[in-house]
């Protein structure tokens, strides 16, 4: 069974770029959920999707930030014009409703805004 | 809203037990439990339904108080794989999203 996996695992950008990170979840889920975590806390919710809907957005992101999922498969999370404070990991997590709400996580995408 | 953990953190030697605590302010419909170390995603060990039994899985077992929207994880002779930081994610009654504590970190010492 492929577990969750997302790419790349490491950016470094500049402040003010754009960044674009991907996931591919278990195949079979349809749910699909982005998270941001810095150190000492924990999963920070972002977005998720089920199938190909948006369900729901944090009221804590910018408009800086977007995510797809256009076919409810893979998803993209995008950030645009990157701040020092968008330093971070971001997780990305799939789960299957039919089969059990538990989440599975991916190995995250750690960047770094300089 | 956030579940609050308890402890913050806990030092054990091997063998022995711990409880980590969550709650929440908000009804539940679920609770999960992840374990994450150093470096790397966490890994999913248990979920907690409302209305469902008390699970468990190996030495690593967890309840869900619904009246107290609590939920405790037990660990019991931990064992030097057992060191990490255990977080719980809470889905409330009618959504879809997890919310996670800040986490308790779990240290054991041969």
């Known amino acids: 069974d492929t577990g969750v996996s997302q790419n790349p695992r490491h950016k470094i950008t500049k402040r003010g770029q754009n960044v674009t990170f991907r996931c591919d979840p278990i195949?079979?889920?349809?749910?699909l959920y982005w998270y941001r975590q810095t150190l000492g806390q924990g999963p920070e919710f972002l977005t998720y999707?089920?199938?190909?809907?948006?369900?729901?957005k944090s009221r804590l992101l910018s408009d800086r930030f977007s995510a797809e999922r256009p076919k409810g498969s893979f998803s993209t999370l995008e950030i645009q014009r990157t701040e020092q404070g968008d330093s971070a990991m971001y997780l990305c997590?799939?789960?299957?409703?039919?089969?059990?709400?538990?989440?599975?996580f991916g190995p995250g995408t750690r960047l770094t805004v300089t | 809203q956030q579940p609050v953990q308890s402890p913050q953190a806990v030092i054990l030697r091997e063998g022995e037990d711990a409880v980590i605590n969550c709650s929440s302010s908000?009804?539940?419909?679920?609770v999960h439990w992840y374990r994450q170390k150093h470096g790397e995603a966490p890994v999913f060990l248990m979920i907690?339904?409302?209305?469902?039994e008390q699970k468990g899985h190996e030495k690593i077992s967890a309840s869900f108080n619904e009246k107290k929207q609590q939920s405790s994880l037990y660990l019991t002779a931990s064992q030097l794989s057992y060191s990490g930081t255990y977080f719980c994610?809470?889905?409330?009654?009618?959504?879809?999203?997890?919310?996670f504590g800040d986490g308790t970190t779990l240290t054991v010492k041969p």
């Open positions: 997590a799939s789960s299957s409703w039919t089969s059990g709400p538990e989440q599975y």
């Open positions: 195949s079979e889920h349809n749910r």
């Open positions: 999707f089920q199938n190909e809907a948006q369900l729901e």
């Open positions: 908000k009804a539940l419909y679920s």
């Open positions: 907690l339904l409302k209305g469902g």
């Open positions: 994610g809470t889905v409330r009654a009618g959504a879809g999203k997890s919310t």
